[in-house]
């Protein structure tokens, strides 16, 4: 099992990261959004280590992630509704689902198989320094266990993957809080696949038009297994009475509540606080243990939110 080094955000801890990945190896690199556990998109060995470190299902895609928009073009195609959202919010918390170039030489295990790829620009200065470093497309899901709790400092990373994984860069905790909005651009018309840092307003405003749900039943993009983001003990969603054994985690004023994402109601403090607030209550509750949250508007942030509380509270297999 590796030894897991907890490298700082330096230009030695850097340069130490990516010659890791030039080795097949993984890190867990800071984003805006969470943190992502990288390794070079071209090496099958490295990207089906991803799937075994995580115990994530190898039907579930990847995203690419890549230090600038002209290492693009040798992956996938950049279609028309595709550059207009890329220029108007990257690098930022925003993943297109673009058509796959046959000579991509991304591993098969990074698209599932499938004919298009999941593909971000992060904005976090951390994430471009070690890309840019590392000069070439790198897979990163978020570097939690499959199905749990997405870890947005390095102590969460550590409490789950420690010894499975080869290093950890220290960027400190994550600004956004919420994975990246996932868009379907493989056409003309914008579909969207999962909510996330970029509220669904903000890319409607940009495009002119309405975005699509996406098809039933389909896993085109990470993020869209029912249950997902969980806690060990069981969430219920809506709570304004919470029950004496609950763990109660609030939004705006709720007296009494044992946690808060936002005592103001600020949507985005709110989505910056959740996954902080779900490892607290975690730890809290234990096992067997119940955890309740407010209601939370399913506006802006509030829907991205509101995905990632009803996964969490998903039945699971």
């Not at 993984?26 to 089906?48: H, I, K, Q, S, W």
């Not at 890549?66 to 220029?87: E, N, V």
């Not at 420690?162 to 996932?182: F, K, N, Q, W, Y």
């Not at 969980?230 to 009494?256: H, K, S, T």
Request: net charge neutral; glycine share 10%.
């Amino acid at each position: 099992m590796p030894n897991t080094q907890l490298l700082a955000p330096d230009p030695a801890g850097l340069k130490a990261a990516a010659a890791i990945l030039r080795a097949g190896g993984l890190v867990a690199m800071p984003t805006e959004t969470v943190y992502g556990l990288a390794a070079d998109a071209r090496n099958d060995r490295a990207v089906a280590a991803i799937f075994d470190a995580k115990g994530r299902p190898r039907f579930n895609p990847l995203i690419v992630h890549l230090a600038d928009l002209s290492l693009l073009d040798s992956l996938a195609t950049l279609t028309p509704l595709a550059d207009r959202l890329a220029q108007a919010f990257w690098p930022g918390p925003l993943t297109l689902v673009l058509p796959l170039r046959a000579d991509s030489g991304l591993s098969p295990l990074v698209t599932a198989g499938l004919s298009s790829v999941a593909i971000r620009l992060p904005a976090t200065d951390v994430a471009q320094r070690l890309l840019a470093q590392f000069n070439g497309p790198v897979a990163a899901p978020s570097a939690n266990p499959s199905g749990r709790i997405s870890p947005v400092t390095p102590a969460h990373v550590m409490a789950g993957l420690a010894g499975r994984i080869d290093g950890v860069i220290d960027g400190g905790p994550c600004t956004v809080g919420l994975e990246s909005t996932i868009v379907d651009a493989t056409g003309g018309a914008p579909r969207l696949l999962r909510a996330g840092g970029v509220p669904v307003e903000a890319l409607e405003e940009a495009l002119g038009q309405t975005l699509s749900p996406p098809h039933k039943g389909t896993i085109t993009a990470p993020g869209q297994m029912p249950s997902h983001y969980a806690p060990r003990g069981r969430v219920r969603l809506n709570v304004l009475r919470p029950a004496a054994d609950e763990i109660w985690v609030g939004f705006g004023p709720c007296p009494g509540a044992t946690l808060t994402l936002s005592e103001s109601g600020n949507l985005t403090e709110a989505a910056a606080r959740l996954f902080h607030a779900l490892h607290e209550a975690d730890a809290l509750a234990g096992k067997d243990g119940r955890i309740a949250f407010a209601p939370v508007p399913e506006t802006g942030l509030g829907r991205a939110i509101n995905d990632r509380l009803r996964r969490a509270a998903a039945p699971r297999g």
